[in-house]
C-alpha cells in the first residue's frame, strides 16, 4: 500500500502555525500519515498560505512553479493549497496552476483526508472553501507535544471588517470554540507537560460560547477563569486583542488570575481618531488610554505591545506625529509595524491615497527606529534584575538554555543541570534588543 508522507508548508501568523499542527494530527490520525521535512520525499505536498499583508498571488505560483517540476516526475504527488489565499482566489487559483489537486479553506481542512481520498480514486481536482456549520473544531484529535508551552484556538473569524483587512472575508465570522473542548485540549497538553497555554484567536477577547446545555453565555473572562483552575497550568498568554472587547470586567480579571503574564498585545494601529475612524476601528485614543490607565492600576508593571499600521489613506503628517507620540505617552514596548497594504475587495482599498511610497518608507522606518528604541529600554532594564523562566529547551546554536520571561522575551543562559520544562530563576547578565543572556540561579517552586 502507499505510504502517505506529508509535507506542509507553512506561511503567516500563529494562527497559521496552529492550523498546520492541526492539519499533520488530522492526518497523522486518519490517513497514517507520516510527516517529513523533506519536500523531496513526500508524495502529498500543502500550502497553508496567508494573505493579510503580501503580495500572496505571486508568491503563491511562485512556489506551486517549484512544486509542479516534482509532480512532473512523480504524477502520483498530492498538491493541496489551503489558507487564507485559497478562500479569496478559489477556483481561480487552477487557471495558473492547472496541476494542483486541492484547495481547501481555513475552516475545512479537517474534510482534507476524504479530500485527498477522492482526488487520487477520480483524478480530479477538489475544492472546498465553505465555512461549514458544524466547525472544524470537533475533529481535531488529541495533539502529541513535548514543548512546555502550547497554543490553544479558541476563537476563530471576524466580526469586526477594519476597513483594510481581509480577515473576515477569508476565515470567515466570528466562531467560539466550545469551552469544553478547550479545556479537554488544555487537559491533554498538560497530562504531556505543558505549563504555558497561549490562547489564540483573530480576537480572543470577543470569545462568547452559548453552552445549550446549561442555557449559559461563556466569556471570555469566564473561559480564563476555568483555565486558571487547572494548577498545572502557571502561566496563560493570549494574542490577538481588540480594544473595544478589551472590558472593565476583562481589566479585573488581572487581579484575580495571577497566571495572566504582566505582558499584553493590543493592537491600537494609529495614534490619530481620523485615521482610527477611516479604518473603521471602534474607538478613539482616549477610551485605547483609557484601556492601559486602567490596567496598569491592576498591573502596575505590565507591559504592553502594539500593531501600527502606517500610510493608510488620509494619513498625513499630523497623524503620523500623533501615533509617535502615542508611542512614547504610553510608553509601548516592542510592537509590529506595516506599511498599509491595500486588499482586494476591501473599502480602504478604494480610498484615495495621496501619500507615496517613499514617504511610506520614511515614516514606516522613523516608526520603527522609536519601537526598537522602546524595546532596549524594557530589554537593558532587566539586566542585573532576577528572571522567571520556563525553560524551553538547549539551543543547538549557542549551546546554551533557553526560555521565556513574563514579558515575552528569549533568554539564552548557562546552567550545569537540565531543567527543560521547569521554572528557574535566572540572572540577567547582559541584552540585545529582542534576547537577553544570564545564568542560572535557582529552581523555582511553584
Ligand atoms: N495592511 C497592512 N497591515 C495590515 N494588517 C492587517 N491588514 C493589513 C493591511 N491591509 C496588520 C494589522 C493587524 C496585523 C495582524 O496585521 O496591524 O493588527
Ligand atoms: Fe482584521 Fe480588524 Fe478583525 Fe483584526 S479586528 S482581524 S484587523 S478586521
Same mark, same amino acid.
Given at each position: 500500500?502507499?505510504?502517505?508522507?506529508?509535507?506542509?508548508?507553512?506561511?503567516?501568523?500563529?494562527?497559521?502555525?496552529?492550523?498546520?499542527?492541526?492539519? !499533520?494530527?488530522?492526518?497523522?490520525?486518519?490517513?497514517?500519515?507520516?510527516?517529513?521535512?523533506?519536500?523531496?520525499?513526500?508524495?502529498?505536498?500543502?500550502?497553508?498560505?496567508?494573505?493579510?499583508?503580501?503580495? !500572496?498571488?505571486?508568491?503563491?505560483?511562485?512556489?506551486?512553479?517549484?512544486?509542479?517540476?516534482?509532480?512532473?516526475?512523480?504524477?502520483?504527488?498530492?498538491?493541496?493549497?489551503?489558507? =487564507?489565499?485559497?478562500?479569496?482566489?478559489?477556483?481561480?487559483?487552477?487557471?495558473?496552476?492547472?496541476?494542483?489537486?486541492?484547495?481547501?479553506?481555513?475552516?475545512?481542512?479537517?474534510?482534507?483526508?476524504?479530500?485527498?481520498?477522492?482526488?487520487?480514486?477520480?483524478?480530479?481536482?477538489?475544492?472546498?472553501?465553505?465555512?461549514?456549520?458544524?466547525?472544524?473544531?470537533?475533529?481535531?484529535?488529541?495533539?502529541?507535544?513535548?514543548?512546555?508551552? !502550547?497554543?490553544?484556538?479558541?476563537?476563530?473569524? =471576524?466580526?469586526?471588517? =477594519?476597513?483594510?483587512?481581509? /480577515?473576515?472575508?477569508?476565515?470567515?465570522?466570528?466562531?467560539?470554540?466550545? &469551552?469544553?473542548?478547550?479545556?479537554?485540549?488544555?487537559?491533554?497538553? /498538560?497530562?504531556?507537560?505543558?505549563?504555558?497555554?497561549?490562547?489564540?484567536?483573530?480576537? /480572543?477577547?470577543?470569545?462568547?460560547?452559548? +453552552?445549550?446545555?446549561?442555557?449559559?453565555?461563556?466569556?471570555?473572562?469566564?473561559?480564563?477563569?476555568?483555565?486558571?483552575?487547572?494548577?498545572?497550568?502557571?502561566?496563560?498568554?493570549?494574542?490577538?486583542?481588540?480594544?473595544?472587547?478589551?472590558? +472593565?470586567?476583562?481589566?479585573?480579571?488581572?487581579?484575580?488570575?495571577?497566571?495572566? /503574564?504582566?505582558?499584553?498585545?493590543?493592537?491600537?494601529?494609529?495614534?490619530?481618531?481620523?485615521?482610527?475612524?477611516?479604518?473603521?476601528? %471602534?474607538?478613539?485614543?482616549?477610551?485605547?488610554? %483609557?484601556?492601559?490607565?486602567?490596567?496598569?492600576?491592576?498591573?502596575?508593571?505590565?507591559?504592553? $505591545?502594539? +500593531?501600527?499600521?502606517?500610510?493608510?489613506?488620509?494619513?498625513?503628517?499630523?497623524?503620523?506625529?500623533?501615533?509617535?507620540?502615542?508611542?512614547?505617552?504610553?510608553?509601548?514596548?516592542? $510592537?509590529?509595524?506595516?506599511?498599509?497594504?491595500?486588499?482586494?475587495?476591501?473599502?480602504?482599498?478604494?480610498?484615495?491615497?495621496?501619500?507615496?511610497?517613499?514617504?511610506?518608507?520614511?515614516?514606516? &522606518?522613523?516608526?520603527?527606529?522609536?519601537?526598537?528604541?522602546?524595546?532596549?529600554?524594557?530589554?537593558?532594564?532587566?539586566?542585573?534584575?532576577?528572571?522567571?523562566?520556563?525553560?524551553?529547551?538547549?539551543?543547538?546554536?549557542?549551546?546554551?538554555?533557553?526560555?521565556?520571561?513574563?514579558?515575552?522575551?528569549?533568554?539564552?543562559?548557562? $546552567?550545569?543541570?537540565?531543567?527543560?520544562?521547569?521554572?528557574?530563576?535566572?540572572?540577567?547578565?547582559? !541584552?540585545?534588543?529582542?534576547?537577553? &543572556?544570564?545564568?542560572?540561579?535557582?529552581?523555582?517552586?511553584?
Amino acid at each position: 500500500m502507499l505510504k502517505n508522507k506529508l509535507y506542509i508548508k507553512t506561511w503567516g501568523c500563529q494562527m497559521n502555525e496552529y492550523d498546520s499542527s492541526k492539519i !499533520a494530527d488530522i492526518m497523522k490520525n486518519e490517513l497514517n500519515c507520516q510527516i517529513t521535512k523533506s519536500v523531496q520525499k513526500a508524495n502529498i505536498l500543502l500550502l497553508n498560505t496567508c494573505s493579510i499583508r503580501e503580495k !500572496a498571488q505571486e508568491k503563491l505560483f511562485h512556489q506551486l512553479g517549484r512544486w509542479k517540476l516534482l509532480k512532473k516526475n512523480n504524477p502520483d504527488i498530492i498538491i493541496g493549497v489551503g489558507g =487564507c489565499v485559497a478562500s479569496q482566489e478559489g477556483k481561480k487559483i487552477l487557471k495558473r496552476a492547472y496541476y494542483i489537486d486541492i484547495i481547501f479553506g481555513p475552516q475545512t481542512f479537517h474534510r482534507l483526508p476524504k479530500m485527498i481520498y477522492n482526488a487520487r480514486k477520480f483524478k480530479k481536482y477538489l475544492i472546498d472553501i465553505s465555512f461549514p456549520k458544524i466547525e472544524k473544531f470537533k475533529f481535531f484529535p488529541l495533539s502529541k507535544t513535548k514543548k512546555t508551552s !502550547a497554543f490553544v484556538t479558541i476563537i476563530e473569524g =471576524c466580526n469586526k471588517y =477594519c476597513t483594510y483587512c481581509i /480577515v473576515p472575508y477569508t476565515r470567515g465570522k466570528e466562531l467560539s470554540r466550545s &469551552y469544553k473542548d478547550i479545556i479537554l485540549e488544555i487537559k491533554n497538553l /498538560v497530562s504531556q507537560g505543558v505549563k504555558e497555554i497561549h490562547l489564540l484567536g483573530q480576537n /480572543v477577547n470577543a470569545y462568547k460560547y452559548f +453552552d445549550k446545555k446549561t442555557n449559559q453565555y461563556y466569556t471570555f473572562e469566564k473561559l480564563l477563569e476555568l483555565i486558571a483552575q487547572i494548577k498545572e497550568i502557571k502561566r496563560i498568554r493570549f494574542t490577538t486583542n481588540h480594544p473595544k472587547n478589551f472590558t +472593565d470586567e476583562l481589566i479585573n480579571i488581572y487581579n484575580k488570575i495571577p497566571q495572566l /503574564v504582566n505582558f499584553l498585545h493590543l493592537p491600537v494601529q494609529s495614534g490619530s481618531d481620523k485615521i482610527l475612524n477611516l479604518m473603521k476601528r %471602534q474607538y478613539n485614543i482616549e477610551k485605547y488610554k %483609557q484601556i492601559i490607565k486602567k490596567l496598569k492600576n491592576v498591573r502596575p508593571l505590565i507591559q504592553i $505591545s502594539s +500593531d501600527f499600521i502606517v500610510g493608510f489613506p488620509g494619513e498625513d503628517q499630523k497623524d503620523f506625529n500623533d501615533t509617535i507620540s502615542l508611542i512614547l505617552d504610553l510608553d509601548l514596548d516592542m $510592537s509590529f509595524s506595516f506599511i498599509y497594504s491595500p486588499r482586494p475587495g476591501t473599502p480602504a482599498s478604494k480610498m484615495k491615497d495621496n501619500t507615496n511610497i517613499l514617504e511610506k518608507k520614511k515614516r514606516l &522606518y522613523l516608526l520603527q527606529y522609536y519601537i526598537k528604541k522602546q524595546t532596549k529600554k524594557f530589554s537593558f532594564k532587566m539586566i542585573n534584575t532576577i528572571q522567571l523562566i520556563l525553560v524551553e529547551g538547549l539551543s543547538l546554536q549557542n549551546h546554551k538554555f533557553y526560555g521565556k520571561t513574563e514579558n515575552n522575551r528569549i533568554v539564552f543562559f548557562t $546552567s550545569s543541570k537540565n531543567y527543560i520544562g521547569k521554572f528557574v530563576n535566572v540572572k540577567i547578565i547582559d !541584552a540585545n534588543i529582542y534576547s537577553l &543572556y544570564g545564568e542560572f540561579i535557582s529552581l523555582h517552586k511553584m
